[in-house]
């Protein structure tokens, strides 16, 4: 068990064999949840993706090539339910 010391501003600060144990770097962010018992789950925020990070996560892994009507297409029939 580790025990931390809150400041007289309220902040505490992680020792670094805790945000090892966590992946968290620095700069890296702690998510925080609040249990109704008064307990909390702390663990590594996971960052949110990007459309950058998502174009081109499939290139080169598939010979078929789609036009845009038939991109389209999919989508809506996706949007709606339809298979």
């Known amino acids: 068990m580790t025990i931390l ?6 902040q505490v600060t992680f020792r670094k ?34 459309i950058d990070g998502f174009l081109g996560a499939l290139a080169g892994k598939s010979k078929v090539v789609a036009t845009l009507e038939e991109i389209a297409d999919a989508a809506s029939s996706g949007w709606s339910g339809e298979p």
């Open 5 to 10: 010391t809150v400041t007289a501003r309220g």
């Open 17 to 50: 064999d805790l945000l090892q144990h966590l992946g968290i770097e620095p700069g890296g962010k702690i998510e925080i949840d609040k249990l109704p018992d008064g307990r909390i789950t702390l663990r590594a925020a996971q960052p949110a993706g990007s």
